[in-house]
């Protein structure tokens, strides 16, 4: 384990800025991802949209924007919860312009864990329901990512002997460096190969990964890389118990994902070590069989 994840970096203007879609719920993965980041030295801008969690099964959990908050500011976070409804086509711009805002600075990474998921088939789906599945998991993310590219313009303040660790008697934090062929900036897509019986969902997802593969080569020129993660099945409270112990046998190290199982890797993605892997569409699932 390295000082960065033993030791959190103390709250302050050098922390970078992380904005995450999707952290409703405290159990959810956005959640897990946010508490990562804050814990290894990021600042944290997130959104959620309370109507969505009210129209599904498991309901809203009140008081979850501002419990997540507290988590992460007792981690040495900054945060900014912001509401948001991303069939919007202006919510991007609204997002960013109140992350930069509240967190006094640009953004440097951004992901992507929110979703419209409401089951339904090719027979059964509403042209309703489709285009909803599209506005959200597709357009609003290629917006996000294409305010993201409107406005990064690299890790400001850093120089070549900005890496974690390189000033004595600091605590680390991931500043990345600046050499040349170095990427500073992040985002992180995830996604689901979930389409049979879940149409709108896994084929609106589907989409959203060419978009962010495409990101990783038109944003190379800004220093980003980009990236999509497939945490496989993750139960934060959606799964019944006969599909929860049918997907325990297909997974050969036998248990269910945890939003902290999504969280290691998009951290280290997020990390001065990640900046390597670039344009690629990750499987973190335990081995489940797809």
């Known amino acids: 384990m390295t000082n960065t994840e033993q030791r959190p970096p103390a709250s302050g203007p050098d922390r970078p800025i992380a904005l995450i879609t999707g952290v409703g719920r405290s159990i959810g993965i956005g959640a897990g991802i ?27 959990e009140p008081g979850a924007a501002a419990s997540i908050e507290k988590e992460l500011a007792e981690a040495g976070a900054r945060t900014a919860a912001i509401e948001a409804d991303l069939t919007d086509p202006d919510a991007p711009t609204r997002i960013f312009d109140e992350a930069e805002q509240r967190l006094g600075g640009q953004v440097t990474a951004l992901v992507l864990s929110h979703a419209e998921s409401v089951d339904s088939g090719l027979l059964d789906t509403t042209v309703e329901a489709f285009d909803r599945h599209f506005a959200v998991n597709s357009r609003a993310s290629w917006l996000l ?17 900005t890496t974690p660790g390189t000033t004595p008697g600091t605590t680390p934090s991931p500043t990345p460096d600046t050499t040349p062929g170095t990427a500073t900036g992040r985002i992180v897509a995830l996604t689901s190969d979930h389409t049979v019986g879940n149409l709108p969902y896994g084929a609106s997802k589907g ?41 325990v046998r297909g997974t050969p190290l036998g248990r269910l994902g945890t939003p902290l199982d999504t969280a290691h890797l998009v951290g280290f993605l997020c990390s001065p070590e990640g900046q390597w892997v670039n344009g690629q569409l990750l499987k973190s699932n335990g081995g489940a069989a797809s």
């Open 34 to 60: 946010a508490r990562r980041l804050a814990a290894t030295g990021w600042d944290v801008a997130f959104t959620y949209w309370t109507p969505y969690d009210r129209r599904m099964e498991w309901g809203a």
């Open 145 to 161: 990512i294409r305010e993201y590219g409107l406005r990064f313009r690299g890790a400001p303040g850093t120089t070549k002997d």
């Open 207 to 247: 989409a959203l990964d060419r978009i962010t593969l495409a990101a990783a080569h038109e944003l190379a020129h800004l220093g980003v890389t980009a990236n999509v993660v497939n945490p496989g099945p993750v139960d934060t409270g959606w799964m019944n118990d006969e599909l929860r112990e049918t997907l």
